[in-house]
């Protein structure tokens, strides 16, 4: 299942329902086969995330400035094998990053 991450996705996924993307600060995005973060960028307000248990590739990661309130980032379970680059440089805020059970090299 390829899963685009949408509006109504967000919607349907958020702790608050009914909610602006914008405005919404937790996320449980988990097991949806999500293979990109493309669509997130509208959700500015994250503090906690979960990607957990799709299937996300190093390459699908761009976390760019609009999650910069990021604090909890649970990726664990994808296809991972490095963490991008830019992401420490971008998420000035995370305290709490999972990655187990992927692919990572050293």
């Known amino acids: ?33 999500i293979e990109s973060v493309e669509g997130l960028e509208e959700c500015t307000s994250l503090i906690e995330l979960s990607l957990s ?3 996300l590739g190093s390459g699908q990661l761009n976390f760019a400035n609009e999650f910069g309130k990021l604090q909890i980032l649970d990726l664990s379970c ?6 991008p680059p830019n992401m420490p440089d971008h998420l000035k805020e995370l305290r709490t990053l999972s990655l187990k059970q992927n692919k990572l090299s050293d």
């Open 53 to 55: 248990r799709n299937q």
């Open 1 to 33: 299942m390829n899963t685009r991450i949408s509006n109504d996705l967000i919607r349907q996924h958020s702790h608050v329902i009914g909610t602006d993307p914008c405005a919404v600060t937790r996320l449980d995005l988990s097991s949806l086969g």
């Open 78 to 83: 994808n296809k991972l094998q490095h963490i």
